[in-house]
């Protein structure tokens, strides 16, 4: 059962992630890509990090894939794994960057 895996703030977390989803049915990837990038960038200056700061901790060497994912520029966008890498770098739940 899914529930032993996790704790009672984990679980909580899981199915607002789902909830979430599900509230989001009726957009398009496009506007996904924005809202994503819109959090990101959202939480990267609450934690006082710039474009190059955030690039640099990912592992590149320039703002170019932070830059234009943050504000879907020529339909860059964060993939999962940068999600991931981001959450952890910024220490917050990847499920924040789904929020609407």
């Known amino acids: 059962m899914i529930a032993e895996n ?58 170019s894939v932070v830059s234009g994912a943050e504000i879907y520029y020529n339909g860059k966008h964060f993939n999962l794994e940068h999600l991931l890498k981001i959450s952890q770098i910024l220490n917050i739940d990847i499920s924040e960057f789904l929020k609407y």
């Open 6 to 63: 996790y704790t009672s703030d984990r679980l909580s977390n899981y199915l607002s992630l789902i909830v979430g989803c599900s509230i989001m049915q009726n957009i398009t990837p496009e506007q996904l890509y924005k809202i994503i990038g819109q959090n990101v960038a959202k939480y990267r200056k609450e934690k006082g990090l710039s474009q190059l700061d955030l690039s640099l901790q990912m592992g590149y060497k320039s703002v």
